[in-house]
């Protein structure tokens, strides 16, 4: 579950930080001389620009932030706060401890301390939400004003993300296998009817998704095969999830593939498309409009990259359920 960070930002140090390297970010060449292979690697492939946006926070009296920091992960959102309002959001995508890099970019504070704990953004947006409103939110008395670098529990955040619409879809928490496997046996055990219920399936998307999209910001779908941003894909089931055993679900390598929201995630759910063979198929038993049958027409025919021996008895399933006849 992603959190909220709080990031008050009135004295003049954040002020000037929040100028310097977030609003104008980071240029990879200088991470690059501090950092290790492995972690500029993989701020390449997140920032394609080369321009990172680019936080940190001191060790505090008695390393009072270490822990703080310790509790960050990728997808939580870090909200900027100054004279009585949230001002600026932002996304983590990467986190590293890098003393010298923080006293090249900000020097040190008077206490001799520098902004050592550091962590990247993305999605980085200016807001004007005044405190009276989040503390609404959160639940805080209407008086509170924020003060000093927190991570809020999961309850308060998911109040915050939700209320401001501020939840990636592409940088996502990491859910190892464990974690996976442990929720997709405990929705066995509770059942899937009740999908509102808090912190029910919570780990299954953002598994899924990471296993499909890793890193990437775009992605390709697998029915149209048009590229797309991932927050315009879905990590969609070949064979209905509430239809899928244990060793299905588990079978996430090959259960899952990216659709697209400009339909084929529709299309193939309600039955209007089918694969055989790897091949697109229109479903000539369901009824069409014109306009329906325009969309369908761009893609039939088209084979996708998806089929192969291990997802072919998911498409089997899918093709199955709607009695279409399906050849071996
Ligand atoms: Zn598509």
Excluded at 141 to 161: P, T
Excluded at 195 to 204: A, D, L, Q, Y
Excluded at 307 to 314: A, L, P, R
């Amino acid at each position: 579950m992603q959190r909220v960070i709080l990031q008050p930002s009135g004295n003049k140090d954040a002020r000037e930080h929040y100028e310097n390297t977030i609003q104008s970010p980071v240029s990879i060449s200088v991470l690059a001389e501090y950092l290790t292979a492995a972690d500029i690697e993989l701020i390449e492939t997140l920032y394609p620009d080369g321009r990172v946006p680019t936080w940190g926070v001191t060790p505090g009296k008695g390393n009072v932030n270490v822990n703080k920091w310790g509790k960050i992960q990728v997808g939580d959102v870090t909200l900027f706060s100054a004279n009585g309002h949230v001002f600026g959001s932002g996304v983590v995508t990467h986190k590293l401890h890098n003393k010298d890099l923080a006293a090249r970019l900000w020097n040190y504070d008077k206490e001799g301390q520098t902004w050592e704990y550091m962590y990247f953004l993305d999605e980085v947006n200016s807001h004007q939400i005044p405190y009276s409103q989040f503390n609404q939110v959160v639940g805080y008395a209407d008086n509170f004003v924020i003060q000093g670098f927190s991570v809020l529990n999961e309850e308060r955040s998911e109040r915050i993300l939700t209320a401001f619409d501020l939840m990636s879809e592409i940088y996502l928490p990491e859910v190892t296998e464990e974690e996976y496997m442990e929720e997709v046996l405990r929705l066995e055990i509770e059942g899937d009817l009740d999908t509102s219920h808090s912190g029910r399936g919570r780990k299954e998307q953002p598994f899924l998704r990471k296993r499909l999209f890793k890193n990437k910001k775009s992605g390709y779908c697998g029915i149209c095969g048009k590229h797309y941003p991932v927050n315009m894909l879905v990590a969609a089931h070949i064979k209905k999830r509430s239809k899928c055993s244990r060793e299905e679900r588990l079978d996430y390598q090959n259960i899952v593939m990216p659709m697209c929201k400009f339909g084929c995630d529709d299309l193939y759910e309600k039955g209007y498309i089918y694969l055989k063979d790897g091949v697109i198929h229109k479903n000539l038993s369901m009824p069409v409009t014109t306009d329906l049958l325009e969309k369908i027409v761009e893609i039939e025919g088209q084979s996708s990259l998806h089929w192969n021996e291990n997802t072919k008895k998911y498409f089997e399933w899918h093709a199955g359920k709607y009695n279409l006849t399906v050849t071996h």
